[in-house]
């Protein structure tokens, strides 16, 4: 009885552990916040009567309400308790705000995105809570190992009883219970039922503190066994947030022209590429038009009507299937690709009218997160949809050897499906909506927290901060929770291998005491 109660003790200790966690990020939530009415008063009102689209002011030290964006205003934000990052973070015009996290000296006004449930923190909590009542494929193993001792058990505790009551001293019905109580107890598996869940639960509790969020237990358990990582490229190993830095313009149409008529279709567009672009006209003073027949092409790019003017931006591709006349420009666009520069093509009522280049810099921690998983024996395969010239540009200062250019969404989703049918163990890491595919494909799929809600609901493992270095955290979390439950295991199974052997001294007694008790009948 001591060892059940003593292992349901450390269960709930192990289970109260990790729902401090929880609580910490619950009661960081505050309870009133100030939104700007139309007239430009201020009100205090409860969280649970902000509005999507509400204007909030956050002033310094206080929490920040829900998710949103700065509208107006900047300050320094302090995001550890989400994303384990214990730096601060600097937030500027239009950067997103995560609900829950403390505002440092600045001032600022925000805009509600996210509310209720939908918050970060209502999703992180739960997550958490599913991750802990799924359950580890190595517990199959300890479910079967139960599947036939608890029948066993249960067959000899009834075969004492019987035997006790009908053949034991006075009073026999006493001593029946008494003795088959005794048996379960004894025999009891309780160290199984507890070797799995407790790890779990602690390392989901544990990930979600460092910013990594695990959705079931199966990928805790798989991660450890992973040798392969493909990467995207855009809002993975770079920024995500690309700026244009050049505009060549081409047949007589006008840099102002180009822009204005990019921006227009791209408005519509979730591509990280897209927001460099609006900004860009937002900066230029250009009025963004009303965009008409919007098509998005999978991985090509996207056609519209503005101003009665038939747009088409996208990729080398999407111009070729158009036919139209690229004259040089392909050498052009080669030339700027290979100082690491993404092009785009536009091409206005079916001519070619100029070149819009844009850089996404390379995350300040991507380098050595990769230098981390070559040392750690794990290879690195990078897909992209920029072509070959610019991916390759951007793996040499990675070191990464692997590179998949000109990508499809259904071209990843295939070189997923290669690399596990050549044996390898594959962790996709992507951001976008076309990357969804091949996150459910992969062994596990690791979204970037910073990317689409698509793309974090086909993952497995979310990355709060968006950061390569949650993978090295994802990782060793799986190395620690997996090798505490096979300790447990370990010692689970050496206890029930001494019950095997205390059911076969009760049962050895119980048959010496059956025949005891014949020899003093025949005495008798």
């Known amino acids: ?55 909030l002011k956050i002033k310094p030290g206080e929490k920040i309400p829900v998710d949103g964006i700065i509208i107006n205003g900047k300050s320094i934000i302090d995001e550890s308790m989400v994303t384990g990052e214990s730096i601060p973070v600097e937030k500027n015009l239009d950067d997103k705000v995560i609900g829950a996290t403390v505002n440092g000296t600045g001032v600022f006004i925000m805009k509600a995105t996210k509310i209720g449930k939908d918050t970060l923190i209502s999703q992180i909590i739960e997550m958490v809570a599913q991750a802990q009542r799924s359950r580890a494929p190595i517990q199959k193993l300890a479910d079967s190992v139960s599947g036939y001792f608890v029948p066993a058990v249960v067959l000899i505790s009834f075969i004492t009883y019987i035997i006790w009551y ?79 830095t050049a505009i060549t313009n081409l047949n007589n149409f006008n840099e102002n022209e180009i822009l204005k008529f990019a921006a227009a279709i791209e408005q519509n567009s979730e591509h990280p590429l897209s927001e460099a672009i609006i900004k860009k006209a937002k900066e230029n003073a250009i009025d963004i038009l009303e965009v008409e027949n919007f098509k998005y092409i999978t991985g090509k790019g996207v056609i519209g009507e503005v101003d009665t003017k038939i747009i088409a931006l996208g990729n080398l591709k999407l111009m070729q299937d158009l036919n139209i006349n690229l004259d040089d420009a392909v050498q052009k666009a080669n030339d700027l690709r290979e100082n690491g520069q993404t092009v785009i093509f536009i091409a206005i009522d079916n001519i070619l009218a100029g070149l819009v280049s844009i850089a996404d810099p390379i995350k300040s921690s991507t380098k050595e997160a990769i230098d981390n998983l070559h040392s750690l024996g794990i290879n690195v395969v990078m897909l992209t949809g920029d072509n070959e010239i610019t991916a390759k540009a951007v793996a040499k200062k990675l070191s990464i050897k692997q590179v998949y250019s000109d990508v499809l969404p259904e071209d990843k989703l295939s070189v997923i499906k290669d690399l596990q ?17 091949a996150l459910t494909a992969a062994n596990v799929g690791i979204a970037m927290g910073t990317g689409t809600d698509i793309a974090i609901e086909s993952a497995e493992i ?44 009760v049962f050895y007694i119980l048959i010496l005491a059956f025949y005891y008790h014949l020899l003093l009948q025949l005495l008798q």
């Not at 309870?31 to 999507?52: F, G, P």
């Not at 990355?463 to 447990?488: C, E, F, H, P, W």
């Open 1 to 55: 009885m001591t060892l059940v109660l003593l292992g349901q003790v450390l269960e709930l200790r192990a289970r109260s552990r990790t729902n401090v966690a929880i609580k910490m990020l619950l009661n960081l939530v505050p309870s009133t916040a100030i939104r700007i009415n139309n007239d430009k008063t201020e009100e205090l009102i409860d969280v649970e009567d902000i509005q999507l689209n509400d204007n």
């Open 166 to 244: 009908f053949f034991g001293p006075e009073p026999t019905l006493a001593f029946a219970i008494v003795n088959a109580v005794a048996v379960l107890i004894i025999a009891c598996p309780c160290a199984l039922g507890l070797a799995t869940p407790i790890s779990i639960m602690v390392g989901t509790g544990r990930g979600a503190l460092e910013g990594v969020l695990i959705k079931n237990a199966e990928a805790l358990e798989i991660m450890e066994k992973i040798d392969t990582v493909v990467v995207d490229k855009t809002g993975t190993l770079t920024v995500g947030k690309p700026q244009v």
């Open 462 to 505: 979310t990355l709060i901060k968006g950061d390569l270095n949650g993978i090295i955290k994802a990782y060793k979390l799986s190395k620690g929770t997996m090798k505490n439950i096979r300790q447990n295991l370990f010692f689970a199974f050496i206890y029930i291998i001494q019950q095997v052997f205390q059911l076969l001294r």
């Open 421 to 437: 049918s050549q044996g390898k163990i594959v962790a996709m890491a992507g951001d976008g909506i076309n990357d969804a595919p």
